[in-house]
C-alpha cells in the first residue's frame, strides 16, 4: 500500500509533466483547481470547490436575494 506522501509525489510529478510536456500551455491555478474540485466531487455529489471569485460572487447573490 502506497503511503500518502507517495501519493502527494505522484501527483506533483504529474503536475510538472503536464506543465513541461502538455500540447498546449496550462493554466496552472485552473489545474490544481480541477484536481482539487475533483477530490472533493468524488466524496459526494452535494461537494465541490468553489474559487474565492465564485464563493464571492454567491455571496452577493444571496445579499442580493436577502434584500429583495
Same mark, same amino acid.
Given at each position: 500500500q502506497t503511503s500518502v506522501y507517495e501519493q502527494l509525489d505522484l501527483f506533483g510529478d504529474i503536475f510538472e509533466r503536464i506543465r513541461a510536456d502538455y500540447v498546449e500551455e496550462v493554466d496552472e491555478a485552473?489545474? =490544481? &483547481? +480541477? #484536481? =482539487?474540485?475533483?477530490? %472533493?466531487? /468524488?466524496?459526494?455529489?452535494? /461537494?465541490?470547490? %468553489? /474559487? #474565492? &471569485?465564485? +464563493? #464571492? +460572487? =454567491?455571496?452577493?447573490? #444571496?445579499d442580493f436575494l436577502e434584500r429583495n
Open positions: 485552473a489545474l =490544481i &483547481e +480541477a #484536481a =482539487i474540485n475533483g477530490m %472533493l466531487t /468524488s466524496l459526494d455529489p452535494h /461537494s465541490g470547490y %468553489l /474559487s #474565492a &471569485e465564485a +464563493a #464571492a +460572487a =454567491i455571496q452577493r447573490l #444571496a
